[in-house]
């Protein structure tokens, strides 16, 4: 689900059981491959009151190709 939090590839169902165990003390960052999921599990967390989350737009995917495009 976020990179660095000990809770990284969840999915959305298994990271509503477990939302307590992203930290309050640093950012969290969702992505997914698409971007809906990690939209949706953003706003549970936020919903849930944790102060610095962020979504990655636009996909691990395409994060990906802009760090590392392909020729």
Do not use: F, N
């Amino acid at each position: 689900m976020a990179a660095g939090t000990g809770i990284d590839g969840l999915c959305v169902h298994a990271a509503t059981a477990r939302i307590s165990e992203a930290p309050d003390s640093k950012p969290v960052v969702l992505h997914c491959d698409g971007s809906y999921r990690s939209s949706v599990a953003a706003s549970l967390l936020r919903r849930t009151g944790h102060p610095d989350v962020s979504d990655l737009l636009g996909s691990y995917t395409a994060w990906q190709a802009t760090l590392h495009p392909v020729p």
